[in-house]
């Protein structure tokens, strides 16, 4: 097996959540280099799509924002902002988007904050805000997180809630009047969490190598269920080629 | 229409006309393309004042027109540069420090509140944000909305579907419409009547556009209006809808104009540093707003082989190639 770096394996690890046909909704960075890899990988019939309104855009170069001119070239629509949050609140083509997202903060069930830290009138710190992250987490089918594994990041209360995952529980987003659907698994610098269809609470199903369930849940701040975790399967040589050649060879992001 | 028709003025005479201390105002573009950069350096430099300011993702031009001191109350959804700026750095700033109002609403609220100005609606529906403290936050409370009748009196308001469970849709958000005193978009190509075409995505250009009581139009190129006639496809903003043209070349510099020029990225990486100390902001207030009295005049002081630099590629619509870090 070839070496490869935490950022590969957890890019890789998010190329394994699309599937053939999944509208892609990403952001920039490892994200956009995910649903990248997943095409030449595990879904060469995906879309990449941002929020901006760029469709199945062609990326020679890494855009660093979504918008960035590079999503604008070659692309099978040029939509607007109207038309990409549209398509996801569709109740057709929604349905087919997965979306991938991070935040500052993530509770046990999913639900995000990327608005501030503190009182929201005077925050401790202020972060970027929702954007279409919101949007994003309201409406499609599923969503992947990325996110680092910190105490102050797992948290058990949100300083802001910005994002809807699971609410609080199973009955959490009908109850809120929230489409079906809602965050399905988390990508850390560590390990991988899912949530359980019963409880829709956050447990983890594999850690990295070199890393143990206990000290992934040391940098945490609420407790999930570490029974079922397995070791994650590495990255193959296969995966890593595609994703170091095809995707990223100036390694921009890697 | 003859030349008497013409709404070409100057970008200081524009400013000085449509923008007065407290307006409620909105800028096109997103994060780091297509801002009207070039109108938002002639606002900070005529010391505008207490504007309320109405963005979704516009970035660069928002955080230079905090940083400025020009801005009294912002609505927002994301405040960010892509890599050159995850949070903006002036924004954060005034927000930590109390500096100024401000609320939160998603990029798709923000989308239907200036298509529902737009359209002529006060309010549209949603299902974003059920659930969420955008819901539950209110950056403005409800005895400041009740006194000041450019604030709807709530933020936004969840309602039980009118029409029971047709379209398996039980709550819906219903976001309140803008109407923003002026908006300022910038475009590859208008006419002198103010006929428009954006090339590359348009965001919420062209609905922030038609929302605004006035808009200025800042255009890379004054065209005949043949030349955008003869492929009215591609245009998106009638004359009626513009009060000024404005022609500025560059005029979204240092943020990307597709088919033109990229965002510079030496010059954003300097606005980082500068934006991060208030001593060097001050610095860089002076040198490059202040100090330059057009925007011609801040492009001299760049060097001219960045600038041809960014140049776009023909083929891609972007500079090809650029070095980027």
């Known amino acids: 097996m070839s070496e490869y770096t935490l950022r590969e394996m957890m890019t890789i690890a998010a190329v394994r959540e699309i599937n053939d046909g999944d509208i892609v909704f990403c952001g920039t960075g490892i994200s956009m280099l995910a649903a990248m ?10 879309f990449i799509f941002f929020e901006t309104g760029a ?6 170069e890494v855009p660093l924002a979504v918008g960035d001119p590079r999503v604008m070239y070659w692309t099978a629509v040029n939509g607007s902002l109207a038309d990409a949050f549209a398509t996801m609140q569709n109740r057709f083509t929604g349905r087919q988007v997965v979306g991938i997202m991070g935040a500052a903060q993530i509770d046990i069930y999913g639900n995000l904050n990327s608005t501030s830290i503190g009182d929201y009138h005077r925050p401790k710190v202020r972060f970027p805000g929702s954007g279409g992250a919101c949007d994003v987490a309201s409406f499609v089918n599923r969503t992947i997180i990325f996110m680092s594994l910190e105490k102050r990041k797992f948290v058990r209360t949100l300083d802001y809630f910005t994002s809807p995952g699971w609410i609080d529980g199973p009955e959490g987003r009908k109850k809120t009047g929230l489409p079906d659907g809602g965050p399905s698994v988390v990508i850390t610098n560590m390990g991988i969490f899912r949530f359980s269809s019963d409880s829709r609470k956050m447990y983890l199903d594999s850690y990295y190598p070199d890393v143990t ?5 040391d940098n945490m701040e609420f407790v999930v269920d570490v029974v079922d975790a397995v070791p994650t399967r590495p990255p193959s040589d296969n995966e890593l080629q595609i994703l170091r050649e095809k995707c990223d060879p100036q390694r921009l992001i890697l | 229409m003859g030349a008497s028709h013409t709404k070409v003025i100057d970008l200081k005479s524009a400013i000085e006309t449509y923008v007065p201390d407290g307006a409620h105002i909105s800028i096109g573009g997103f994060t780091i393309n297509r801002n009207p950069m070039a109108a938002v350096y002639e606002i900070i430099r005529q010391h505008k004042k207490g504007l309320h300011l109405y963005a979704h993702s516009n970035g660069q031009g ?3 027109l905090i940083g400025a001191g020009c801005v009294a109350r912002l609505e927002i959804a994301y405040a960010g540069s892509g890599r050159f700026a995850p949070t903006c750095i002036r924004f954060r700033k005034a927000i930590e420090r109390g500096d100024i109002g401000f609320e939160d609403y998603s990029n798709y609220q923000m989308t239907l509140r200036f298509m529902a100005g737009a359209m002529g609606v006060p309010f549209l529906p949603t299902r974003s944000g059920l659930g969420t403290d955008l819901i539950r936050q209110w950056g403005f409370q409800k005895t400041e909305r009740q006194n000041d009748i450019k604030l709807p009196d709530e933020k936004l308001v969840v309602l039980d579907n009118p029409f029971g469970t047709w379209a398996d849709t039980p709550k819906v958000v219903l976001v309140p419409a803008i109407n923003p005193d002026v908006t ?11 006929l428009s075409r954006i090339n590359g995505l348009p965001f919420v250009d062209v609905e922030q556009a038609k929302a605004s009581r006035h808009l200025i139009v800042t255009c890379e190129e004054l065209v005949d209006t043949d030349e955008l006639k003869s492929d009215p496809d591609r245009n998106q903003v009638p004359p009626f809808c513009v009060d000024a043209v404005v022609h500025v070349p560059w005029g979204a510099f240092p943020t990307a104009c597709f088919g033109r020029y990229d965002y510079d990225p030496a010059y954003l990486n300097h606005y980082k540093q500068d934006a991060a100390d208030d001593i060097r902001y001050k610095k860089y207030l002076q040198n490059f707003i202040y100090g330059p009295e057009t925007h011609e005049q801040l492009l ?19 500079a090809t190639g650029l070095d980027r870090r």
């Open chain 1, 37 to 46: 890899a997943a095409k030449h990988i595990s879904a060469p019939d995906s």
């Open chain 2, 62 to 64: 928002v955080d230079e």
């Open chain 2, 184 to 194: 300022i978009i910038h475009v590859q190509k208008a006419d002198a009547d103010g």
């Open chain 1, 55 to 60: 469709i199945d855009s062609k990326l020679e």
């Open chain 2, 300 to 318: 001299a002081k760049i060097n001219p082989a960045q600038l041809d630099a960014i140049r776009a590629d023909e083929r891609t619509g972007y």
């Open chain 1, 213 to 217: 369930p206990d000290r992934i849940l």
